[in-house]
Structure formats: C-alpha cells, structure tokens
C-alpha cells in the first residue's frame, strides 16, 4: 500500500476551478442581493419623497376651535404650517392650469374630444372645452393663458408672485417682453421687499414709466435694469389733485344737521354754503380753538 489516497473524479486543477466559480457565484449573488435591497429602499425612499411633495386635501388639517387666545401651541403652530403651504399652492396652481389651457390650446388637443353636451361632434375652441368640461370663462381663460409664462420665470427666479401682481406686469410683458416684466417686479422688490409687494405697488411702478420705453428682450438683464431704473428716477410723479367735493353720504348728513340747526334757531332752511361760513370763521377764530382742535385730531385719525 502506497499511504495515498486515490479518489475517482477528483483533481486538484478541477477542484479549485470548481472553488472559484463557487465563490464568484456566491459574491455575483451577494451583489445583486445588496444592489436589489439599494434599490428596493431607493425606490421606498422616492415614493415616500413623491408623497410628502403631492399637494392634497387629504393633507391640510380640518377646521378646528383655537386652544385659547394666548401663543400657539405646537400643533397648532404645525396646522398652520400646513395651511400656508396650503395656501402658497395657489400661486403656482394658476400657472399650471395656465400653461395646461396654452398647451392644449396651441396644440389643438381638444379636437378630438367629443363634447359633453352634444356627443356628436367634438370641441372647436379651447375656450368652449375649458368652459363646458371646467366652468373656465372665457375671460378667465384668456387671463390663465397669458400669464403662466411670466409666473413661472417669476416663480424660477425664488418669487411667490398671487395671480394678481402677475396680471399687472402681463401689458408689459407683452410690449416689451419677460425680461422687462421680471425687472420691474425685481425694481419692486429691492424697493419694498419682497414681503411687501402687493399688485398696486406694482402698478403704481409700470405707471411711472414712460410710454416711449425702448427695451427688448434681446438686451441683456442688467441693461434693462438699468434702464428701467433711470426711467423710473426720471419720471415725475403726478401729484393728485385736491377734490373739493363732498361726497353724497356727506351732503346728507350736513343737510340732516343743518335741519336740526335751523330748527334750534327757529329757522326755516340753513343751506350748506352758510354752514361752511360758519365752520370756517369757527375754525379761524383764535381766541377759541374748540373747532380747530376738532378738526386735528379728525386729520391725525385720518392720517
């Protein structure tokens, strides 16, 4: 006897071919093993990302009591939270269903789609589509339509601009493009800040520029800036003028009073015109200044 073994089908050469296809296999296994649970949680992840960005109801909390009058609680600080959010939608919601109408509209998509009152032929315009299928007028349309684009550069440059600060800046933008619209409300904004901007600030601006501006969408942003701001600085303001006339809530009830005066005075009738005299000689009268303090602090009230 030799003292070696000999085993049929077993080779030195075969048996660590056979090792490391064995420990390839199992690290290919292991692989794909990790790379499947990567994905399975990267997928969990997405899904529950997508979750937390979808807008719903189902996510603002319902209409409750407050807890008292004093701070917030910390629920109610979070409701809140939820409910600005809420809120905030609105601004980007009007250009989504603004580009929406412009898309379907530009494309003609509505073409194909019956109509739902009569089913035997299909929509012409997009006004009638958005109308019938969503209760849009036509005006409403026409208003979502023209202003996505400038909300959604808005919206791209960090600003929550309302439909209405949108809708002020939409002439402008039309006869001298986006980048002048979007320089003007930037020229608000650095005036104001941007908590401060509201759609009469914004028209109050455009008004002050003048009807020959020269710009174009084709100059490069700072240019137009700097060009809006020099028109601004140059304008003049116009001063309103003083309206003398009484309002016709005012006139009855300075009628109302002259009444009781004349009655006082045993009179027949005391027009308005004697009344100011009066007012007036009152209000002048140094030695007295009952009237004359009256009418300051009615002033400082109105301030």
């Known amino acids: 006897m030799s003292g070696e073994y000999e085993i049929d089908g077993w080779d030195d050469e075969d048996a660590t071919e056979a090792a490391v296809k064995t420990l390839v296999n199992t690290s290919k296994r292991a692989t794909e093993e ?8 990267m997928a969990e992840r997405i899904k529950k990302a997508v979750e937390a960005a979808r807008p ?27 409910c600005v959010e809420g809120v905030e939608l609105l601004s980007t919601a009007y250009w989504v269903a603004g580009k929406s109408l412009d898309t379907i509209a530009v ?38 339509r023209a202003g996505w684009e400038l909300g959604e550069v808005l919206n791209a440059s960090g600003y929550t601009a309302p ?24 020229l608000v904004v650095e005036a104001v800040g941007a908590d401060k901007v509201t759609a ?3 028209r109050e601006t455009v008004r002050l520029l003048p009807g020959d501006l020269a710009l174009s969408d084709d100059d490069d942003p700072q240019v137009i800036a700097h060009v809006l701001h020099d028109a601004i600085e140059a304008a003049e303001p116009a001063e309103p003028k003083p309206s003398a006339a009484l309002s016709t809530e005012l006139k009855r009830d300075v009628d109302r009073r002259a009444v009781a005066l004349a009655d006082r005075l045993d ?22 200044n009952r009237v004359f303090d009256a009418v300051f602090e009615r002033m400082k009230k109105a301030s």
Do not use: M
């Open 34 to 41: 990790r790379r499947s649970a990567a994905d399975q949680d």
């Open 56 to 82: 719903g109801l189902d996510k603002i909390p319902d209409p409750v009591e407050p807890s008292g009058d004093g701070d917030l609680t910390p629920e109610e600080e979070e409701r809140l939270a939820a």
């Open 107 to 144: 494309g003609r998509l509505f073409r194909r789609l019956p109509h739902k009152l009569e089913p035997t032929r299909c929509y012409t315009t997009i006004e009638e589509w958005a109308g019938v299928e969503h209760g849009i007028k036509q005006s409403r349309c026409s208003k979502l």
């Open 163 to 186: 439909e209405g600060q949108v809708r002020e800046l939409v002439p402008l933008k039309n006869r001298h493009g986006l980048k002048a619209a979007l320089g003007v409300y930037q």
């Open 200 to 202: 009469e600030r914004i």
């Open 267 to 288: 009179r027949g009738r005391i027009d308005r015109q004697e009344v100011l005299g009066h007012l007036l000689a009152a209000f002048a009268d140094e030695s007295d």
